[in-house]
């Protein structure tokens, strides 16, 4: 395991101690959620994302936020965690 920081890129003013959550083994009769952030082309990426899955027989669920500049509404957070086992947001920077 290598000793990597990942930092959050939100306001938090101390840094917060966080286990990433497992990985599943293989995405067979799992549901990926794509997220677009918003960010400009980022549809691109999560278009071609989203054949190649499909293309492997993954389902895919599509989401996307309003404006980059703001977090995602925690409804829509919740909608995603209840319907997705993994999730891949589309930035374009």
């Known amino acids: 395991m290598d000793n990597r ?3 959050d890129p939100t306001g938090e003013l101390k840094v917060v101690g966080r286990q990433k959550p497992p990985r599943p083994s293989s995405l067979d009769g799992v549901t990926v959620g794509l997220l677009d952030i918003a960010k400009a082309r980022g549809n ?3 278009d071609r994302l989203d054949q ?3 293309e492997r027989g ?3 669920k599509r989401y996307a936020k309003a404006t980059p500049s703001r977090l995602a509404p925690i409804d829509l957070k919740q909608k995603i ?3 997705v086992q993994v999730v891949v947001e589309g930035l374009a920077d």
């Open 5 to 7: 920081t990942l930092l």
């Open 81 to 83: 965690a209840g319907e």
């Open 52 to 54: 190649r899955l499909s």
């Open 44 to 46: 691109i990426f999560l």
């Open 58 to 60: 993954i389902a895919v």
